[in-house]
């Protein structure tokens, strides 16, 4: 059973604006930050610009619509449907580095059961490893390409990159959750399995109330969802890069 998470005021007063110094502060201690209330008229990519400049996304929008979209059914891996989401990182597959943060704010939360993001700590995970199976996770390279979902819309790309990638004195996790690499291997079936379960163990739930931000740190954290039936839910997504 997944633990709840109890949000922090980390919006300065009426200023409308992040408490951003605290904000970093709850990134680097627990990989995520979820503030609420959010103040009225709250300007969420002005305010998450001062934490990252904002990704443009697969299709060039900055900010994503996340909700379920009668083209895309249950039977593909997709956040524009109702289904379970496996934890992930980000953006894995992608060319470059993954984004630094995603952020999530609600729109309008489902009535119903179940619609939960939920979040690991994968630096806790890797931590467990075995040294010689980090260092060959670090050592091999795999080949990724866009999810069906992606395909379907024209979107192509190759990138490869390890599964665990040292960036200066920091790590990038890159934990799959479906179809985009089709050259898994023991090595990375072991992987997967044991972050599974790890997550299954650790996760916490946030159920993102309208007015409220969830933003983590996705170098770090893994990230999930769970399913839900009430199709009004409707979330907005940015991704961000780390100032530099
Ligand atoms: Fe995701």
Do not use: K
């Given at each position: 059973?997944?633990?709840?998470?109890?949000?922090?005021?980390?919006?300065?007063?009426?200023t409308?604006e992040?408490?951003?110094?605290?904000?970093k502060?709850?990134?680097?201690r627990d990989?995520?930050?979820?503030?609420?209330?959010?103040?009225?008229?709250?300007?969420?990519?002005?305010?998450?610009s001062?934490?990252?400049?904002?990704?443009?996304?697969?299709?060039?929008?900055?900010?994503?619509?996340?909700?379920?979209?009668?083209?895309?059914?249950?039977?593909?891996?997709?956040a524009s449907?109702?289904?379970?989401?496996?934890?992930?990182?980000e953006w894995?597959?992608?060319?470059?580095?993954?984004?630094?943060?995603v952020?999530l704010?609600?729109?309008?939360?489902?009535?119903g059961?179940g619609?939960?993001?939920?979040?690991?700590?994968a630096?806790?995970?890797?931590?467990r490893l075995?040294?010689?199976?980090?260092?060959?996770?670090?050592?091999?390279?795999?080949p990724w390409?866009p999810?069906a979902?992606?395909?379907r819309?024209?979107i192509?790309?190759?990138a490869?990159?390890?599964?665990?990638?040292?960036v200066?004195?920091?790590?990038?996790?890159?934990?799959p959750?479906?179809?985009?690499?089709?050259?898994?291997?023991?090595?990375?079936?072991?992987?997967l399995?044991?972050?599974?379960q790890f997550?299954q163990?650790?996760?916490?739930?946030?159920?993102?109330?309208?007015?409220a931000?969830?933003?983590w740190?996705?170098?770090?954290?893994m990230?999930?969802?769970?399913?839900f039936?009430?199709?009004?839910?409707?979330?907005?997504?940015?991704?961000?890069?780390?100032?530099?």
């Open positions: 059973m997944a633990e709840t998470v109890s949000p922090i005021d980390l919006t300065a007063g009426s409308a992040l408490d951003l110094p605290r904000v502060e709850a990134l680097a990989g995520y930050a979820y503030v609420r209330p959010v103040p009225e008229g709250f300007d969420y990519v002005g305010q998450l001062r934490l990252g400049a904002p990704i443009p996304q697969f299709d060039g929008v900055v900010v994503r619509e996340v909700r379920p979209e009668s083209s895309v059914d249950n039977s593909v891996y997709s449907n109702t289904r379970e989401l496996m934890p992930h990182t894995f597959e992608y060319p470059g580095n993954p984004p630094r943060y952020a704010w609600c729109v309008r939360q489902t009535e059961p619609g939960e993001t939920t979040l690991a700590d630096y806790e995970f890797v931590d075995a040294p010689d199976e980090r260092r060959r996770l670090e050592a091999s390279v795999y390409t999810s979902v992606l395909q819309l024209g192509r790309f190759e490869d990159h390890p599964l665990l990638e040292p200066g004195d920091e790590l990038i996790v890159r934990f959750c479906d179809d985009r690499c089709d050259s898994f291997d023991a090595l990375m079936d072991g992987y399995a044991r972050g599974r997550f163990d650790h996760e916490i739930a946030v159920r993102i109330e309208e007015r931000l969830l933003v740190d996705n170098w770090r954290m990230h999930a969802r769970h399913a039936t009430d199709r009004v839910r409707h979330l907005r997504r940015v991704l961000l890069a780390e100032h530099v």
